[in-house]
């Protein structure tokens, strides 16, 4: 059975990349394209391992990680944070809602695939 991750960015290049990569790493790859996206898809597929971007509309990458955290249901799933933010506050706020890791843009492909397997259940 393929592990799964569940990849929330609003840049569709940036999903896409994230497939890409992933997919020929052997994940199966479900995009969301806002935090509020990711929250249907995450009750939808039930991933391994969630990869989201700080800064989208509707629902940020903060807000996200705060409501997948506060779900019993969810609350354990590794969530990492990909995104062009690098200031140490973001990355604390990040790492007070929960957030499992911290990766910055642009991703090395290889990195990326390790740090999902590092967390991956």
């Given at each position: 059975m393929h592990k799964k991750v569940l990849t929330v960015d609003?840049?569709?290049t940036m999903r896409e990349m994230l497939r890409h990569c992933l997919a020929g790493a052997g994940f199966d790859v479900v995009?969301?394209?806002?935090?509020?996206?990711g929250?249907?898809?995450?009750?939808e597929t039930r991933p391994d391992v969630v990869i989201t971007d700080i800064n989208m509309p509707v629902m940020d990458g903060f807000e996200f990680i705060e409501?997948?955290?506060?779900?019993?249901?969810?609350?354990?799933?590794?969530?990492?944070?990909l995104t062009t933010e690098s200031a140490p506050e973001k990355k604390q706020r990040a790492q007070d809602a929960g957030a499992t890791g911290w990766i910055v843009k642009p991703?090395?492909?290889?990195?990326?695939?390790?740090?999902?397997n590092r967390v991956m259940p």
């Open positions: 609003d840049s569709r995009t969301a394209e806002d935090g509020a996206d929250i249907d898809k995450l009750k409501s997948v955290r506060q779900s019993s249901e969810y609350n354990r799933i590794p969530i990492l944070v991703f090395d492909p290889e990195k990326l695939t390790r740090a999902v």
